[in-house]
């Protein structure tokens, strides 16, 4: 079974510019995640999507982060425009629903360092 | 909203030495529990997770985790490590639909 995939695997970028990340989730999952890890600490929510609406934003830093999924399958987040801070990976996950019952897949994540 | 605590973020430890972890939570309501790890250049895996039922729970590669609700815990354990357990191992809490990570424990193991 083909796992999350998430490109590119690597991005350096300079402050103020742009970029975007793409996911596809395992065939079939209903609930895409986005994840932003810092080094040192661990992944933290960004945004939840069941099929494709939004099911949990709260933590997405929308006046730079925005994510699309636009026909409930793969997805993509964007950064505009990314500060220092932002040098983080990005986890995309999917599980087949909602739920703590649900196990979450993750990606190998796009590692993105801003300078 | 739910958080969890790890400690002792650096572990270094031989071949054959026991492991334990500890992990805090706090929330409220029923949560869900796990256990993932991240071995060097991998994605995060399932190592194991508890729902309900025993407290003690068995995952892969000879881990397991103990629940004890009135301490709000979930540590994982393993009687004896190999130097392929060398990995950051994240402790995750999942209340109300949302899943919280803690910090992360980075385990070297020494051959």
């Known amino acids: 079974e083909a796992g999350v995939a998430q490109s590119p695997r690597y991005k350096i970028i300079e402050k103020r510019q742009s970029v975007a990340f793409w996911c596809n989730p395992i065939s079939g999952h209903a609930t895409l995640y986005w994840y932003q890890q810092i080094l040192g600490q661990g992944p933290k929510l960004l945004i939840q999507f069941q099929n494709n609406g939004v099911v949990d934003d709260s933590q997405l830093p929308k006046d730079r982060f925005s994510a699309e999924r636009l026909k409930g399958v793969d997805s993509t987040l964007k950064i505009q425009p990314a500060k220092l801070e932002d040098s983080a990976v990005y986890l995309c996950a999917s599980s087949l629903a909602a739920g703590a019952g649900n196990t979450i897949y993750f990606g190998e994540g796009s590692w993105l360092t801003v300078v | 909203a739910q958080s969890v605590s790890q400690h002792n973020h650096h572990v270094i430890l031989s071949e054959a030495a026991s492991l334990e972890l500890g992990c805090n939570y706090s929330y409220g309501g029923t949560v869900n529990l796990f256990w993932y790890v991240q071995y060097p250049g991998q994605h995060l895996q399932l190592l194991l997770k508890?729902?309900?039922?025993?407290?003690l729970v068995k995952g892969i590669k000879g881990f397991e985790a103990e629940f004890i609700k009135s301490k709000f815990s979930f540590n994982l354990r393993k009687p004896s490590v190999q130097w392929s357990d060398t990995a950051e191992y994240f402790c995750?809490?999942?209340?109300?639909?949302?899943?919280?990570f803690g910090k992360g424990n980075q385990v070297v193991v020494i051959p």
């Open positions: 995750a809490v999942s209340g109300n639909n949302r899943l919280a």
């Open positions: 508890y729902f309900s039922g025993d407290p």
